[in-house]
């Protein structure tokens, strides 16, 4: 009994703890829009709609700026023919040489999956793209976007399942984004320039206004407070949660999970683009991913 007490006890100070660095993530009282607002709507206290037609498309971005956390958000992507639009759900900080880790929904034709498209900018270089085929329907319900950031890794998870890990190598030539606070961001806009098919299948504006929907914004992380964030945000501690050492890697389980995703949907990796680079891959490619 007395085991039990400790351990209950333990619990409320550790939550307690971590409610200090939780961000109230009710949508409509956590984000604006800063782009196209004319073409969205907040409905209720967390359900946010963003719409596309011809002359642009919208967004929103969160109020808070933070450094590491898990940050989610259900999404209900552009139903019917899509192709020509991006969906996006993102965290990225400011400026030429920023931090960014992306969520990116490529637009489709009827009879063709979407395309989840996964990419991370540190000190403004990206070119790590890795993109999937969606394994449902992701127009018909809500499902579960989220990114997990700690001072070790960052895990894209598509309803609680991992697809990509990219790790902290502590190594001066792969940077890792640990030091610049970032937002969330979530957008609907025109890229048929590239999006479907390589760009060979362009919007078709007839079918305009399109439509995503967002809902269940969870933001669990450390708010940025300074430079010295840097420092408090990574230490290990109840308040920080996603430090806890659990979260260093992946389970077994996980580990199953997403090989299976990668094994069989994955279509892109550009660790395997060896023309891209001129057969010089980019240093963690020779390096253990996860």
Request: hydrophobic residues 40%; aromatic residues 14%; proline residues 4%.
């Amino acid at each position: 009994m007395r085991k039990i007490e400790a351990f209950l006890i333990t619990l409320l100070i550790s939550t307690a703890a971590f409610d200090l660095s939780l961000v109230d993530a009710a949508l409509a009282n956590n984000v604006y829009f800063y782009w196209g607002a004319e073409r969205g709507r907040i409905i209720g206290e967390d359900d946010c709609e963003l719409m596309l037609h011809k002359h642009g498309g919208s967004g929103i971005t969160s109020k808070a700026s933070f450094l590491y956390g898990s940050i989610s958000m259900g999404i209900k992507l552009v139903p019917g023919n899509s192709a020509g639009t991006v969906t996006a759900f993102y965290l990225s900080s400011f400026g030429k040489r920023h931090d960014e880790i992306d969520f990116e929904f490529l637009g489709t034709v009827p009879g063709q999956p979407y395309i989840i498209h996964t990419n991370i900018f540190t000190q403004g270089l990206g070119k790590r793209e890795q993109q999937f085929r969606v394994w449902f329907d992701p127009t018909q319900d809500y499902h579960n976007y989220t990114i997990f950031w700690n001072p070790l890794q960052v895990v894209w998870f598509v309803d609680g399942t991992p697809i990509r890990v990219f790790r902290n190598y502590n190594d001066p030539e792969i940077n890792f984004p640990d030091s610049q606070a970032m937002r969330a961001f979530a957008s609907l806009w025109n890229a048929d320039q590239w999006a479907t098919q390589g760009g060979r299948v362009k919007t078709d504006w007839n079918l305009a206004p399109f439509a995503a929907r967002f809902q269940n914004f969870d933001l669990k992380a450390c708010l940025w407070r300074g430079p010295n964030s840097i420092h408090q945000c990574a230490i290990r501690n109840p308040t920080n949660l996603w430090t806890d050492p659990i979260y260093s890697k992946l389970t077994d389980s996980q580990l199953a999970q997403m090989n299976w995703v990668r094994n069989n949907y994955m279509i892109y990796d550009y660790c395997r683009d060896l023309k891209r680079f001129n057969g010089n891959l980019p240093k963690e490619c020779s390096l253990l991913q996860y």
